[in-house]
């Protein structure tokens, strides 16, 4: 493994789910919203997430920005970043599919909204999320720059600590029990492992 694969690897990870995005984001525009916790803090935190996992890396694979942060290239441990890559990709992908048209760049309800507890959704509430950590974690590993590497690590973190919360409390407030009953038996994002009440 050279910089220069560990590189062209981070640009697959985004290029990749930015294509496995691309139909959930056309099909959301047609799909009506019934209720959304949108809003300026939303927008900030979004902003934040992606100058973490996009903008900073981005800037350091294609200008090698900021120079004086570099350190040297671990190939063992973009080895590691490869394969958490990977796996982000994979459950990238089979979150959006699972989610289908409930999918939102924010947190929205649509009209007719389903709430998703089966596939990559019966252990962990936020699978998509893991994926976003996955990858945060993957950009670490592959870029030798202590603010490009880390920085998706404390943009996505920002974003995932102030909406988890406000998330499930707009799922509660529209599933009622049924959404209680799913925390009750799942990890936000990582499975749980002695479920006081496994899924059935
Ligand atoms: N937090 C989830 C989904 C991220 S997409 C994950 O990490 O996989 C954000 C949108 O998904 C929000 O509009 C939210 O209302 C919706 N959502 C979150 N969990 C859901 C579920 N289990 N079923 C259906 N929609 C869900």
Redesign the pocket.
Known sequence: MTLSVAKAIYLVLAIGWYIIRIPHERRSRRTPVSRSARGIKERILLSISFTGLGILPFAYVAFGFPRFAKYAFQPTLAWAGALLAAASLLLFYL?HRA?GR?????????ES?????SG??TY?????????WLWAIAQALLLPNWISGPAGLIGFGTLYFFR?GE?ER??SG?FGKQYQD?INRTGR?VPRLNSAHPPH
């Open positions: 979150t989610l409930n999918w939102s760049v924010s947190l929205d309800l649509r909204h389903k709430l998703v507890t990559v959704y962990v509430r936020h699978p998509m999320y893991s994926a976003f988890v998330e707009l799922m529209a799913y994002v």
